[in-house]
């Protein structure tokens, strides 16, 4: 299948600080990709769809003020946590949609926030 | 009512047996299914997609769709105990997107 990296894989940060989430498709194009957050044993939660070249579509209740999604290339999305705070601590997985609609997903990113 | 709803089980069957997996899902015009396993930590791995009502195989998988009754199952042969997991799946909406709603996942063990 294809290939999605996501780094880091873990991040520990003082309250108040912004962490930066990469999420990159290496062996194929994705015009769009989408960025979930999961709470310990519950299920993946759809936050935005990042759409490259244009603004990101949040889901109801997410906060884009706080959720800053970048889609700069047709290879690379970024989130970045703003302000982050003990609640905000959670698996963070990015997936991309190859053109056979089959989604990938990358290694996720879990965040600490102190 | 949820969009896609799964039992969180734990499902517990002995190794060798048939894992049954089940999930429904309330947009009738929904028209791609996907289940993805998910390791304890890890990010999840799609295991099987379906979209044509029946039974679609891949090697110790089923993946069965019966869209009239809105209903999608994996059934896993000869289960082993690398198979404990949990089960997510997944439904793509109507509409041009990729967008995924995922089920609460069933949590599997496999017992040796």
């Known amino acids: 299948g294809a290939v999605v990296s996501q780094h880091p894989s873990r991040v520990i940060c003082k309250s108040g600080t912004s962490v930066k989430i990469e999420c990159r498709s290496l062996d194929f194009q994705a015009t769009t990709m989408f960025w979930y957050r999961q709470f310990p044993k519950k299920s993946l939660m759809l936050m935005a769809t990042s759409n490259e070249g244009s603004k990101a579509t949040y889901e109801q209740g997410v906060e884009k003020d706080k959720f800053l999604i970048n889609h700069a290339s047709l290879t690379l999305s970024t989130l970045t946590v703003t302000s982050a705070h003990p609640e905000d601590s959670s698996f963070y997985i990015c997936s991309a949609a190859a053109r056979n609609e089959k989604l990938f997903f990358g290694s996720g990113t879990q965040l600490s926030v102190l | 009512q949820k969009e896609v709803e799964q039992n969180s089980g734990p499902l517990s069957v002995p190794e060798g047996a048939i894992a049954s997996l089940n999930c429904t899902y309330s947009d009738r015009g929904s028209q791609s299914f996907f289940w993805y396993r998910q390791y304890s930590g890890k990010s999840p791995e799609l295991i099987m997609f379906i979209y044509s009502n029946g039974d679609k195989e891949d090697g110790r998988f089923t993946a069965q769709l019966n869209k009239a009754s809105q209903y999608v199952s994996l059934l896993i042969r000869d289960s082993q105990p690398s198979d404990s997991a949990t089960y997510l799946c997944?439904?793509?909406?109507?509409?041009?997107?990729?967008?995924?709603?995922f089920g609460t996942g069933t949590l599997l063990a496999v017992q040796p």
């Open positions: 997944a439904v793509k909406l109507p509409g041009a997107t990729n967008k995924l709603i």
